[in-house]
């Protein structure tokens, strides 16, 4: 069974940091780009990250409001995409999914949210 399963959230506190985790199963995440999403509340899911697959080299890619602070990467030995998140700001408070679909080796079908395979989200609350 395909499936991906997040975990690492919770609450933080303003400048902190989180590292959410991103299993998958089912399919080998060397193989696809994968990537990941957030959802605010009362707003819309975005993409904020993703990494490509071992065929382009797993470029990483982030939105400028993650830029800098926000690190992806995958262990290949737990089959897993990591989201290491540091300077947390109440702004990154969200939902967070990672995503992929078995066809999208680069980012550039994945950073669309057109895809088939979503995790359950991990929630990540910024606050004093």
């Known amino acids: 069974q395909v499936q991906l399963v997040e975990s690492g959230g919770g609450p933080v506190q303003p400048g902190g940091s989180l590292r959410l985790s991103c299993v998958a199963s089912?399919?080998?995440?060397?193989?696809?780009?994968v990537g990941w999403f957030r959802q605010p509340p009362g707003k819309e899911r975005d993409w904020i990250s993703c990494?490509?697959?071992?065929?382009?080299?797993?470029?990483?890619y982030y939105r400028d409001s993650v830029k800098g602070r926000f690190t992806i990467s995958r262990d290949k030995a737990e089959n897993k995409v990591i989201l290491e998140m540091s300077k947390l700001t109440p702004d990154d408070t969200a939902v967070y999914y990672c995503a992929t679909d078995l066809y999208y080796t680069d980012c550039a079908g994945v950073i669309t949210g057109l895809l088939d395979i979503w995790g359950q989200g991990t929630s990540v609350t910024v606050s004093d």
């Open positions: 990494i490509g697959s071992k065929s382009v080299n797993h470029s990483p």
């Open positions: 089912g399919f080998t995440v060397d193989d696809y780009a």
